[in-house]
């Protein structure tokens, strides 16, 4: 209880208070402008905390970081562009509504979800920091792989497509994993004497263009606005219904917080993987799952909530036990060294008033960035009413400037318009694009902690308790449905 009064007292300082506002502002307007990522906004602010007290440093850190998902979610509901990598999963079914006409509904279940999915998260995460201790430590290698194959195993139910496109095209993602250099043995593959490929092809690059090209190609082509239904001019009516949505579905919330907070908990699966998860989730139990990729709003909602809940979970393993739960989690990490705190079994011991902080400046954090972006929402909707020979050179402008910002290399600018040739053909015929981005993903990851699975515990590493619960759950997820038809069909 003292560690809970203690962390509330130092995050209302004045000085914290400021850093949280700071922090939010920029990690909001990071997250609408595609390409540029939280985990850059952390690196970019990381040098600036030196010389800051802690409390200070890591709430403007924490702040910018967390709430990028929530600014992500407008680019990727209006315009088909997902603001931060992970926000691409909220595209599915966040896009088709703005065609529709309910952009605002839309963005309104959009925003809202990821609010309430953060403080969910961070609620979740100061309940059970004492508790978790000993079940973190249940989570090595083997369960991260097993982990990560769950998320890949959801490919097959992602969209509104063809489940064998759906397979080939994370194949295909997993594929583009193998460039580059070997993580575990350092040989470099499938990339004879190009000094760019040594590294491996990287996510903004293909992010931006499997989804910001083709989406502008198609609006150039056909003309006219995004919004290709006509209807009322959207107003604050259309964003409450959206709010008004994600308390209808408030036991969907629960759930995909859940799944947020345990894909946060294994570590190094983090932000990548629990919206694909809890979207092929929410596909699997919806009353109308025929209506996913078409515009549900509860495809927007599920990973709306998993995207920010994962923060909470992300900081479990972080702060218990100094292992990262994502990989902007590695670069906060060296925000506490900066600032003279070591994250470890006796942080929680020594610094507890610091860890409840870090909580209370991210409810603060999402509370602010949510307000902001609700109260624009009925505004930003009007975004898909522009024609589209006006809109798609000021949104090529601004993804191109995204994909050379990550890391000011113009090679990236040429890959973005590599993968938005294949992912203009891939729309074309049908595949699947948001499959490839995740086989991509987690691509590297899986083969990684194979590998140290392997080399720990040997060819049956997937015997423990938990990785035999994982493996029930993908072997009954796919299965689900098929079991499900065949039930209808015996009942008729």
Same mark, same amino acid.
């Given at each position: 209880?003292?560690?809970? /009064?203690?962390? #509330?007292?130092?995050?209302?300082?004045?000085? !914290?208070?400021?850093?949280?506002?700071?922090? =939010?502002?920029?990690?909001?307007?990071?997250?609408?402008? *595609?390409?540029?990522?939280?985990?850059? #906004?952390?690196?970019?602010?990381?040098?600036?905390?030196?010389?800051?007290?802690?409390?200070?440093?890591?709430?403007?850190?924490?702040?910018?970081?967390?709430?990028?998902?929530?600014?992500?979610?407008?680019?990727?509901?209006?315009?088909?562009?997902?603001?931060?990598?992970?926000?691409?999963?909220?595209?599915?079914?966040?896009?088709?509504? =703005?065609?529709?006409?309910?952009?605002?509904?839309?963005?309104?279940?959009?925003?809202?979800?990821?609010?309430?999915?953060?403080?969910?998260?961070?609620?979740?995460?100061? /309940?059970?920091?004492?508790?978790?201790? *000993?079940?973190?430590?249940?989570?090595?290698?083997? @369960? =991260?792989?097993?982990?990560?194959?769950?998320?890949?195993?959801?490919?097959? !139910?992602?969209?509104?497509?063809?489940?064998?496109?759906?397979?080939?095209?994370?194949?295909?993602?997993?594929? %583009?994993?193998?460039?580059?250099?070997?993580?575990?043995?350092?040989?470099?593959?499938?990339?004879?004497?190009?000094?760019?490929?040594?590294?491996?092809?990287?996510?903004?690059?293909?992010?931006?263009?499997?989804?910001?090209?083709?989406?502008?190609?198609?609006?150039?082509?056909?003309?006219? =606005?995004?919004?290709?239904?006509?209807?009322?001019?959207?107003?604050?009516?259309?964003?409450? @219904?959206?709010?008004?949505?994600?308390?209808?579905?408030?036991?969907?919330? !629960?759930?995909?917080?859940?799944?947020?907070?345990?894909?946060?908990?294994?570590?190094?699966?983090?932000?990548?993987?629990?919206?694909?998860?809890?979207?092929?989730?929410?596909?699997?139990?919806?009353?109308?799952?025929?209506?996913?990729?078409? $515009?549900?709003?509860?495809?927007?909602?599920?990973?709306?909530?998993?995207?920010?809940?994962?923060?909470?979970?992300?900081?479990?393993?972080? %702060?218990?036990?100094?292992?990262?739960?994502?990989?902007?989690?590695?670069?906060?990490?060296?925000?506490?060294?900066?600032?003279?705190?070591?994250?470890?079994?006796?942080?929680?011991?020594?610094? +507890?008033?610091?860890?409840?902080?870090? /909580?209370?400046? %991210?409810?603060?954090?999402?509370?602010?960035?949510? $307000?902001?972006?609700?109260?624009?929402?009925?505004?930003?909707?009007?975004?898909?009413?522009?024609?589209?020979?006006?809109?798609?050179?000021?949104?090529?402008?601004?993804?191109?400037?995204?994909?050379?910002?990550?890391?000011?290399?113009?090679?990236?600018?040429?890959? &973005?318009?590599?993968?938005?040739?294949?992912?203009?053909?891939?729309?074309?015929?049908?595949?699947?694009?948001?499959?490839?981005?995740?086989?991509?993903?987690?691509?590297?990851?899986?083969?990684?902690?194979?590998?140290?699975?392997?080399?720990?515990?040997?060819?049956?590493?997937?015997?423990? *308790?938990?990785?035999?619960? +994982?493996?029930?759950?993908?072997? +009954? &997820?796919?299965?689900?449905?098929?079991?499900?038809?065949?039930?209808?069909?015996?009942?008729?």
């Amino acid at each position: 209880m003292d560690g809970i /009064v203690q962390g #509330l007292l130092l995050t209302v300082q004045p000085s !914290v208070l400021a850093f949280i506002f700071l922090g =939010t502002i920029l990690g909001t307007i990071f997250g609408v402008v *595609p390409g540029i990522s939280g985990m850059t #906004l952390l690196a970019v602010l990381l040098p600036f905390t030196f010389g800051m007290q802690p409390a200070e440093g890591l709430a403007l850190l924490m702040a910018g970081n967390a709430v990028c998902h929530v600014g992500g979610a407008v680019t990727s509901v209006l315009l088909a562009i997902p603001g931060d990598p992970p926000n691409a999963a909220t595209i599915l079914d966040g896009f088709p509504m =703005t065609q529709q006409g309910k952009g605002g509904r839309a963005l309104g279940a959009a925003l809202t979800a990821a609010t309430v999915g953060g403080i969910f998260g961070i609620v979740a995460m100061a /309940v059970m920091i004492p508790i978790l201790r *000993p079940i973190v430590l249940l989570f090595g290698f083997p @369960e =991260t792989f097993l982990v990560v194959l769950m998320g890949i195993t959801f490919i097959a !139910v992602l969209g509104k497509g063809s489940m064998i496109k759906g397979l080939i095209s994370g194949g295909i993602g997993i594929f %583009l994993t193998f460039v580059g250099y070997q993580a575990v043995s350092g040989i470099p593959r499938l990339s004879p004497d190009i000094l760019y490929l040594l590294y491996g092809f990287k996510l903004i690059p293909i992010a931006l263009g499997l989804f910001a090209i083709p989406e502008l190609m198609e609006l150039v082509v056909e003309g006219g =606005t995004i919004a290709k239904l006509s209807g009322p001019a959207v107003g604050k009516g259309d964003v409450i @219904e959206g709010i008004k949505d994600v308390f209808r579905h408030w036991w969907l919330v !629960v759930r995909c917080g859940v799944i947020g907070i345990v894909v946060g908990i294994a570590p190094a699966a983090g932000a990548e993987t629990s919206p694909w998860i809890a979207y092929g989730y929410a596909k699997q139990v919806s009353k109308h799952p025929e209506e996913f990729g078409k $515009g549900s709003v509860e495809g927007v909602i599920a990973p709306q909530v998993a995207v920010t809940s994962v923060k909470g979970g992300d900081l479990v393993p972080t %702060l218990s036990f100094g292992i990262p739960g994502s990989s902007s989690m590695a670069v906060l990490l060296g925000g506490f060294l900066i600032m003279g705190l070591t994250p470890g079994p006796f942080f929680l011991k020594e610094h +507890l008033d610091i860890a409840f902080s870090l /909580v209370f400046s %991210l409810a603060i954090a999402f509370v602010i960035t949510g $307000g902001i972006c609700l109260l624009l929402a009925s505004r930003l909707t009007k975004v898909a009413l522009v024609p589209g020979s006006i809109l798609a050179p000021i949104i090529l402008i601004f993804t191109l400037l995204g994909a050379y910002c990550a890391e000011n290399d113009m090679n990236d600018v040429l890959m &973005t318009f590599v993968f938005g040739a294949l992912g203009y053909t891939m729309m074309r015929f049908g595949y699947n694009r948001p499959a490839l981005l995740l086989g991509f993903v987690l691509g590297n990851l899986l083969e990684t902690t194979f590998h140290i699975s392997v080399q720990t515990r040997g060819w049956l590493f997937f015997t423990s *308790p938990i990785s035999i619960i +994982l493996i029930l759950i993908m072997i +009954l &997820t796919p299965g689900y449905p098929l079991l499900k038809a065949a039930m209808r069909r015996m009942r008729g």
